[in-house]
């Protein structure tokens, strides 16, 4: 889902307000300083390193346009599923979060002073007034709330974090997003080792890939198994641009974020020599939920025996978490897992 408003636009009306700002500061430090004997230049300089000192912010350039934030931000509240690991990772202390839809492992959801805001379906959204925050990164699947929480909390500092895979590659929506982030909690350098360990596994799965081999983007979820569509589907669908991957099968997919109707025949006759597939229900089924994996649904159709990638073994599957991560992280872990597997296959 992409945001109406114009990057653009905002970045012109707050560029045309600074200036006129900027003049107006000009003029009366001008006169300042003719009645004190100092220059308008002193007087500039003065007025700047004392504001910047008072301000402590910084300015970014979110999907929205520019955002003053607080640094260092007191209390931090984020919503996007995609940064939250990096956030916890760099030893960010949160005071909000929809902690139902995170992947697990964070240790977030053993803090007590941390509220959770439920998921985005139903959010708890009076208790992000409670939760008072000075910084929110906020953005996918949270990106409709973005007006409602800038009603409740007007004095903070929102930051959009939301990525645009219609309009850019995967791989440089990621890479804008975590430095994003990085510069909005000043931890630049740590983001940049991050970006680096992700390129690094770029290059090595599309050195490791063979163009002559086809490739076919799965999703099972409640025993089917889903097509997703070269560049448009799901997850998988934006890997294909990045590496260069040559489809087993070019039809175009629907709207639907959970894959499009195939039959195993279909897959069969495609023959596709390697398969990439994610197990959502691996990321969302309860502890001690009984469900037919992503590895059962394909091993066990008999359609799909004479599969080249079925009989050779090369299947990719996703992080078993990817529905919940979906994050530089999770992508540095599959471009990963994908080198090492067409490497061998060499």
Avoid: K
């Amino acid at each position: 889902m992409r945001i109406a408003r114009s990057r653009a636009g905002l970045v012109a009306v707050a560029t045309a307000t600074a200036l006129t700002l900027a003049a107006c500061g000009s003029d009366e430090g001008s006169e300042e300083a003719a009645a004190g004997g100092g220059s308008s230049e002193d007087a500039d300089a003065t007025g700047a390193e004392e504001g910047s000192e008072q301000s402590g912010t910084v300015e970014v350039t979110d999907f929205q346009g520019t955002v003053q934030v607080p640094m260092p931000a007191e209390r931090v509240m984020v919503t996007d599923n995609r940064v939250v690991r990096a956030m916890d990772e760099w030893g960010v202390e949160i005071v909000a979060a929809p902690l139902d839809i995170f992947p697990g492992g964070l240790s977030y959801a053993e803090d007590d002073s941390v509220v959770n805001l439920g998921n985005h379906g139903e959010p708890d959204l009076e208790a992000v007034v409670a939760a008072d925050p000075d910084l929110v990164l906020t953005g996918y699947r949270f990106q409709d709330y973005y007006g409602d929480i800038q009603d409740l909390v007007p004095d903070a500092a929102l930051v959009d974090t939301t990525t645009d895979y219609e309009s850019n590659p995967l791989d440089e929506e990621l890479i804008r997003q975590l430095e994003l982030v990085g510069q909005a909690l000043g931890h630049e350098e740590e983001a940049q080792d991050m970006v680096e360990e992700f390129q690094g596994s770029i290059d090595a799965a599309a050195q490791a890939y063979d163009p002559e081999q086809t490739v076919m983007g799965l999703l099972t979820s409640g025993g089917d198994i889903s097509y997703v569509a070269p560049v448009t589907g799901r997850s998988i669908g934006p890997v294909f641009e990045v590496l260069g991957l040559t489809p087993a099968l070019e039809q175009e997919g629907g709207e639907s974020g959970h894959g499009d109707d195939i039959s195993v025949e279909a897959i069969a006759e495609a023959n596709p020599d390697w398969l990439v597939v994610m197990d959502r229900d691996a990321a969302i089924a309860a502890e001690g939920d009984e469900y037919s994996s992503a590895e059962e649904l394909i091993e066990e159709s008999e359609a799909l025996q004479n599969v080249t990638a079925v009989q050779e073994g090369q299947i990719v599957y996703l992080p078993a978490d990817f529905y919940l991560t979906e994050d530089m992280q999770a992508y540095t872990e599959l471009f990963t897992s994908m080198a090492d597997a067409m490497g061998s296959a060499r």
